[in-house]
């Protein structure tokens, strides 16, 4: 199979669809623009989803106005603290980049009582964690994640798991392996479905997967979903709706010659089910508001008719897959 060809196929395919749907959606835009200038709903946290919130947070409205704010883990302006209300608790307050960053700023929010923050984006599911504050993590779309390689380069653009796991877990040191900065959903994604922890990782267990600079053998991390420093012979996990959406224009597009390898003989589609590794993302309210139908945050995330649920064309513009259980607010903890 050609790999770059058949990525050429899913990337027009996919740009015909997008173009015809960006003309019935609102931009994308990175952080909350025009009025409100503080949305009822504010929102922080994951890399992956950040961009898919921003088109569904740009559509979503209450009787005309809209409620939701949803906060870039990186923005392209650089900057590094966002204000989420109007309140002097709720300026300048450092920008979480990562899943487990939006998390534990819901969870502080929500500690503190301050009011800042009201959800949190996360494209890895719960697990066993069990937050100081209870959360619902509530799916809404569907993504893959793909091994990355840079076009010129030498590493195979078709692999097994297990030749995938060789090399994450240091055997095969032909391919260099990268991982996303810490705190990433898409690197604890990965890291679990090779089953390696990170506390294997800080004890030298995989030497290859800590950076030099803190006593690996490993390259230093890099953003999630960028390839623009991607070596010819390094591999890194990449969002497929993520690298998708970069593709046609409705992201940022920072791939550079990276190119989504075939795994296990199947080629990185979202939609594709037999694709090795898919996901779900989510977002996640308190179980507080997810129990209360009379909540801002039940309306706008809970069941499969909210607000979010019911943005269909901006999930798939962005590259993710509709989901039968969205809005599913049973994953607590």
């Not at 002097?88 to 998390?103: E, F, K, L, M």
């Not at 506390?199 to 030497?207: A, C, F, M, V």
């Not at 290859?208 to 390259?219: E, H, I, R, S």
């Not at 990276?258 to 795994?263: E, Y």
């Amino acid at each position: 199979m050609n790999t770059k060809k058949a990525l050429t196929a899913v990337a027009a395919s996919l740009g015909a669809a997008s173009l015809a749907l960006a003309a019935m959606l609102p931009a994308a835009q990175a952080d909350p623009t025009g009025a409100p200038e503080y949305r009822d709903l504010a929102g922080v946290g994951s890399d992956t989803t950040q961009d898919v919130m921003n088109v569904i947070a740009n559509a979503v409205t209450k009787n005309g106005t809209k409620i939701l704010g949803s906060y870039d883990a990186l923005p392209p302006d650089g900057s590094t603290t966002i204000s989420t209300k109007a309140a002097a608790d709720c300026q300048n307050i450092p920008r979480p980049n990562g899943s487990s960053a939006g998390r534990d700023a819901l969870v502080a929010s929500l500690q503190a009582g301050d009011g800042c923050l009201q959800f949190a984006r996360s494209s890895s599911s719960r697990g066993t964690k069990t937050n100081a504050v209870p959360l619902a993590y509530i799916p809404f779309a569907l993504d893959g994640v793909a091994f990355a390689v840079n076009s010129d380069g030498d590493v195979p653009k078709e692999m097994t798991k297990a030749e995938l796991e060789a090399i994450y877990k240091c055997q095969n040191t032909s391919v260099v392996p990268v991982l996303p900065q810490s705190g990433s959903g898409t690197r604890s994604y990965w890291l679990g479905r090779f089953g390696i922890t990170e506390t294997q990782i800080t004890d030298g267990t995989y030497p290859c997967l800590l950076p030099k600079a803190d006593g690996g053998t490993g390259v230093p991390y890099t953003q999630e979903h960028n390839g623009l420093s991607l070596k010819k012979n390094e591999v890194q996990p990449y969002s497929i709706a993520v690298w998708q959406a970069q593709a046609t224009a409705q992201r940022a597009d920072v791939r550079g010659k990276t190119v989504l390898g075939v795994l296990d003989g199947v080629a990185p589609t979202v939609i594709n089910n037999s694709y090795g590794y898919t996901r779900k993302v989510y977002n996640l309210i308190p179980v507080s508001k997810a129990d209360d139908a009379t909540s801002l945050e039940h309306e706008a995330f809970v069941g499969p008719n909210s607000l979010v649920c019911q943005q269909s064309a901006g999930i798939n513009i962005q590259g993710f897959g509709v989901i039968a259980d969205c809005g599913n607010d049973t994953d607590r903890g």
